[in-house]
């Protein structure tokens, strides 16, 4: 009789831990089709003109909560605090909101001022979390202004 309890505490027990793996698989996989982030406002190129100042926002969904994703920029791949520590260009705080119901990350990219080496710089906006990544690389170009300027 004590050993039809024990084999029955035992069946129970795994029973138990088949249902706990399968849940923990099928939570692994609606956590994994949540996604991949997705930059929601892509730009290949930004008109600037030079010495005035300038924001360059980046704008992604997140795919997984926001809490696990991270948003940032680089310039020519290095960190922008580390390629600019005069803080001439810089990253904002991030700002989280929703939009039709989905949460948007934002990160903007701010110039107080423009030079001319920036025209050849490649800026990058990089969002990633466990599922991937997404990036969007934005060069300047003169504005048009400043282009009939150089022309006349």
């Known amino acids: 009789m004590h050993s039809g309890k024990i084999s029955a505490s035992r069946s129970g027990a795994c029973r138990w831990v088949a249902m706990a793996t ?29 010495g005035q100042r300038l924001v360059i926002p980046c704008q992604a969904f997140p795919g997984f909560p926001d809490d696990f994703t991270i948003i ?18 810089q990253e904002k705080q991030e700002k989280i909101y929703t939009v039709g119901g989905q949460t948007v990350i934002q990160r903007d990219l701010t110039f107080n ?40």
């Open 22 to 50: 399968l849940c923990s698989l099928l939570c692994v996989q609606v956590v994994k089709a949540v996604g991949s982030p997705r930059i929601s406002n892509p730009i290949k190129q930004r008109q600037a003109t030079l």
């Open 72 to 89: 940032y920029w680089l310039v020519n791949c290095t960190f922008i605090e580390t390629t600019y520590p005069s803080k001439r260009i």
């Open 113 to 152: 001022w423009t030079k001319k080496k920036d025209f050849k710089s490649n800026f990058t906006c990089v969002v990633m979390n466990p599922a991937g990544m997404d990036k969007m690389q934005v060069t300047l170009v003169p504005s048009r202004s400043q282009r009939r300027h150089k022309s006349s």
